[in-house]
């Protein structure tokens, strides 16, 4: 996986002459990161009593860790390799960060769109029966509205920008963001994890 952080950051401009912080420094923080995440066990009482944060956090980046570097193979991996609630709670957890930071349309756009058809039953899975109901809204939105959402969607930064324009799915983000203040998700996420901690304990 340090081939795919080197690249994301060398992309987002971590280059070794033009900042304060090396390239090689962030890199090594990146590898030691990976390895606190490799080495913490998943018992049952680090499960019952971390923060939620903390706990869904680490177990998405402890399966982030284990995706092929092949990105090509990583959708077959959470489809095949995950049980069922890691796989609910790593795609649950990229459909948040979507929206968080470009909202549904992002969301649709981006490789994680795949997993729109099965959301819903994910988020009722691990109880957020609301943002389930959201999500079921927003699919049956986007199949409506298919061609005028995606008509500016070129594959150029001026493309996207221009497809929130008008866009039906702006309206949904806002019920994301109010229905997050009221119960956030990663407590839905956390409680279900310590409700069916099997599912993530290592031996």
């Known amino acids: 996986m340090k081939a795919i952080w080197t690249k994301i950051l060398r992309n987002v401009g971590f280059k070794n002459a033009k900042s304060d912080i090396s390239f090689d420094e962030i890199s090594n923080s990146i590898d030691d990161y990976n390895l606190q995440v490799n080495d913490t066990v998943l018992s049952p009482e680090l499960i019952a009593n971390s923060d939620p944060f903390d706990l869904v956090y680490l177990i998405f980046n402890k399966i ?3 995706l092929p570097e092949d990105y090509t193979k990583q959708s077959q991996y959470i489809m095949q390799d ?3 609630g890691q796989r609910a709670i790593y795609i649950t957890w990229l459909w948040e960060g979507e929206i968080n930071n470009g909202g549904f349309n992002q969301f649709y756009a981006n490789p994680s769109g795949q997993y729109a058809a099965i959301l819903p039953d994910l988020l ?3 109880g957020a029966n609301s943002f389930a109901e959201l999500m079921v809204r927003s699919n049956i939105l986007y199949a ?3 061609q005028s959402i ?4 070129n594959g150029t930064l001026e493309g996207f920008s221009k497809s929130y324009e008008d866009n039906p799915l702006n309206g949904l983000d806002k019920r994301f963001y109010d229905l997050n203040e009221k119960n956030g998700l990663i407590n839905y996420q ?3 994890i310590r409700t069916n901690a099997s599912l993530f304990v290592q031996e």
Do not use: D, G
């Not at 995606?150 to 969607?153: D, E, N, S």
């Open 64 to 66: 982030f860790n284990e």
């Open 82 to 84: 995950l049980n069922e």
């Open 124 to 126: 009722l899975n691990i």
């Open 144 to 146: 409506k509205n298919i």
């Open 150 to 153: 995606t008509r500016h969607q």
């Open 190 to 192: 956390a409680n279900f």
